[in-house]
């Protein structure tokens, strides 16, 4: 028997304009005003540089002469193409971001669609009422992609990395398009659907490397097999799938080994950075994936463990199925990767989240209406403290939160921004308009139980890009020590060598426009040279050998105010 029991009152679709504008208000903040910080810098310097370089720059990506070949370069185009659509009325880092929300855009609709066909299927349906009054297919289907994307807002992981202009966020929006195009292809196993999936498998390639697609290529005739599709025609339609995301691979690969940008080849880097992600499961990779899957899932995790055992005793189920052998098949490449982080998770929230949505309708009354109020006390108290640090930070008092509030950016002087308090409490008064409804009118839809918890989390979200946006920026720009570089190195030094990693490279390039070494240069009269200075009597010898600053001139020497470790210094070679 079915797991679903609902009455069509329970699936009235959310307004187009609220999941629209829940969807606007969760990505802009975080994206206008922000400066490039050190989690995301990087990626950046890669955009900037193709956007204001040749056209060796695109096919050898690079952060002002640093190699940055490893994971390929479709992110990497789409935001250096922004920047030269948009860069001179937005400026180049919010033009870049102009594709993060695309990315974002692309994601969330990928899902939704997903939901809806997939909550359209009769097995998807709950059971019929034995005096009628049961949903119809396409309310119950829209109301799943509704529910979807709520869980997908909700969770705690794409949070940050949503907002950050990298790889791995493009990948996750990829992987949520691929899942769409997988059950489009099991629907109607046809050549058309079959290059559409090979379209997606290509652009994850471009995008962080061959393994990825591979795995989930394997994952889905997988599922075709435990689905009972027609053998022959299925392998035929994956070798199609295959080829086409070859191809597509080859549109960087081909030009970037013939043209041999400044002399070198890009493809060997990437190769060996694909053969770099894989590697033998450890405990250490299982420990890692539970330490940090634990919070990057959450909620969708409970949601979609509940899904699998409430539909146990189904079989052949799509809606089950797929994002179960994605998931897992996710799950393995995962722990197979020697170097876990955080964006890595990102592929793993769409089948997630999608085998959540199909877990609330299975779940009782009582249960979600816990669920109710533990986000509506919960995050109601969290977003009051944000304004209490706030006013603490401004006021001093209380003293001992304002010492807290401060503490982490020595030297900051904080100041009321009118548009950030503006959005902040206009936010705020949603918010609390938001909780009225669901008290005064006790809805009986769905996906109440998540528009709290995501609505909630948004609110906490936009409270901090607003209100410590100005700390934040103080805290992990390098904007000012770009700019005491910049004051400091004379007019006439048109080449600089450095051993800074990417963030900082790409910072100084673009904040203090530092002419670095390009990938072809030789050797240069300055040298800037980053070390940690609780190393300080050992590293500055061997700094300076490696080098070749011994006899150098110290023009300049400085850090952050918020790094009490990290410092640089301009040297002047005799």
């Known amino acids: 028997?079915?797991?679903?029991?609902?009455?069509?009152?329970?699936?009235?679709?959310?307004?187009?304009?609220?999941?629209?504008?829940?969807?606007?208000?969760?990505?802009?903040?975080?994206?206008?005003?922000?400066?490039?910080?050190?989690?995301?810098?990087?990626?950046?310097?890669?955009?900037?540089?193709?956007?204001?370089?040749?056209?060796?720059?695109?096919?050898?990506?690079?952060?002002?002469?640093?190699?940055?070949?490893?994971?390929?370069?479709?992110?990497?185009?789409?935001?250096?193409?922004?920047?030269?659509?948009?860069?001179?009325?937005?400026?180049?880092?919010?033009?870049?971001?102009?594709?993060?929300?695309?990315?974002?855009?692309?994601?969330?609709?990928?899902?939704?669609?997903?939901?809806?066909?997939?909550?359209?299927?009769?097995?998807?349906?709950?059971?019929?009422?034995?005096?009628?009054?049961?949903?119809?297919?396409?309310?119950?289907?829209?109301?799943?992609?509704?529910?979807?994307?709520?869980?997908?807002?909700?969770?705690?992981?794409?949070?940050?990395?949503?907002?950050?202009?990298?790889?791995?966020?493009?990948?996750?929006?990829?992987?949520?398009?691929?899942?769409?195009?997988?059950?489009?292809?099991?629907?109607?196993?046809?050549?058309?659907?079959?290059?559409?999936?090979?379209?997606?498998?290509?652009?994850?390639?471009?995008?962080?490397?061959?393994?990825?697609?591979?795995?989930?290529?394997?994952?889905?005739?997988?599922?075709?097999?435990?689905?009972?599709?027609?053998?022959?025609?299925?392998?035929?339609?994956?070798?199609?799938?295959?080829?086409?995301?070859?191809?597509?691979?080859?549109?960087?690969?081909?030009?970037?080994?013939?043209?041999?940008?400044?002399?070198?080849?890009?493809?060997?880097?990437?190769?060996?950075?694909?053969?770099?992600?894989?590697?033998?499961?450890?405990?250490?990779?299982?420990?890692?994936?539970?330490?940090?899957?634990?919070?990057?899932?959450?909620?969708?995790?409970?949601?979609?463990?509940?899904?699998?055992?409430?539909?146990?005793?189904?079989?052949?189920?799509?809606?089950?199925?797929?994002?179960?052998?994605?998931?897992?098949?996710?799950?393995?490449?995962?722990?197979?990767?020697?170097?876990?982080?955080?964006?890595d998770f990102l592929k793993m929230l769409a089948p997630l989240a999608l085998m959540a949505a199909f877990g609330l309708p299975t779940m009782k009354r009582g249960a979600i209406n816990a669920i109710d109020w533990f986000s509506v006390m919960v995050l109601t108290i969290l977003g009051a403290l944000v304004w209490l640090f706030w006013i603490a930070k401004l006021t001093g008092w209380p003293a001992q939160l304002a010492k807290n509030a401060l503490k982490l950016v020595p030297g900051f002087k904080p100041e009321v921004g009118i548009v950030a308090f503006v959005v902040a409490a206009a936010t705020s008064v949603g918010w609390i308009m938001l909780v009225h409804w669901r008290l005064s009118r006790r809805p009986p839809v769905l996906w109440r139980a998540v528009v709290l918890s995501s609505s909630g989390l948004i609110l906490l979200w936009v409270l901090l890009m607003t209100l410590f946006l100005p700390d934040l920026n103080y805290s992990k720009s390098y904007a000012g020590v770009a700019q005491q570089i910049a004051a400091t190195l004379p007019h006439d030094a048109d080449c600089i060598d450095s051993n800074v990693g990417p963030a900082q490279r790409a910072s100084f390039a673009y904040f203090g426009r530092l002419p670095f070494a390009s990938l072809d240069a030789k050797g240069c009269r300055y040298v800037l040279l980053q070390d940690d200075i609780r190393n300080r009597s050992s590293s500055d010898d061997r700094q300076a050998r490696r080098h070749g600053v011994r006899g150098a001139t110290v023009l300049w020497e400085g850090r952050r105010a918020s790094d009490r470790y990290e410092r640089f210094r301009l040297f002047r070679r005799p």
């Open 1 to 343: 028997m079915k797991p679903v029991r609902l009455p069509a009152a329970a699936t009235l679709a959310l307004p187009r304009w609220a999941l629209l504008a829940l969807g606007m208000l969760y990505i802009l903040p975080g994206l206008i005003g922000r400066d490039p910080w050190k989690e995301d810098a990087g990626p950046f310097g890669i955009m900037w540089t193709m956007a204001h370089g040749s056209f060796s720059d695109w096919l050898y990506p690079n952060i002002a002469g640093l190699a940055a070949s490893e994971e390929g370069p479709l992110a990497f185009w789409l935001g250096a193409i922004c920047i030269k659509l948009f860069g001179w009325i937005l400026g180049d880092v919010l033009a870049a971001r102009v594709s993060t929300i695309g990315i974002f855009v692309t994601g969330a609709m990928s899902l939704w669609y997903t939901a809806f066909h997939l909550g359209r299927r009769a097995e998807a349906q709950p059971l019929r009422l034995a005096f009628g009054g049961q949903p119809e297919p396409d309310d119950y289907g829209r109301t799943l992609g509704d529910t979807a994307v709520l869980i997908y807002l909700g969770c705690l992981g794409l949070l940050v990395q949503s907002h950050l202009t990298l790889a791995a966020t493009l990948q996750g929006a990829l992987l949520a398009y691929f899942l769409y195009r997988a059950v489009r292809y099991v629907e109607h196993a046809s050549s058309r659907n079959a290059v559409l999936v090979g379209l997606s498998l290509g652009a994850l390639a471009l995008t962080r490397g061959v393994m990825p697609p591979f795995v989930l290529l394997l994952a889905l005739y997988a599922c075709t097999r435990y689905l009972k599709l027609a053998t022959g025609e299925t392998l035929r339609h994956m070798a199609i799938a295959a080829g086409v995301g070859f191809l597509i691979t080859l549109v960087w690969i081909v030009p970037a080994a013939l043209v041999q940008p400044y002399g070198l080849s890009p493809v060997g880097d990437w190769l060996d950075w694909n053969a770099s992600q894989v590697g033998l499961p450890t405990l250490d990779s299982l420990k890692g994936f539970f330490r940090i899957g634990v919070w990057f899932f959450w909620p969708a995790w409970p949601f979609a463990v509940w899904a699998t055992w409430a539909w146990r005793r189904q079989q052949h189920l799509l809606h089950i199925v797929m994002p179960v052998f994605f998931f897992l098949a996710l799950t393995l490449l995962l722990l197979c990767d020697p170097a876990l982080e955080n964006g």
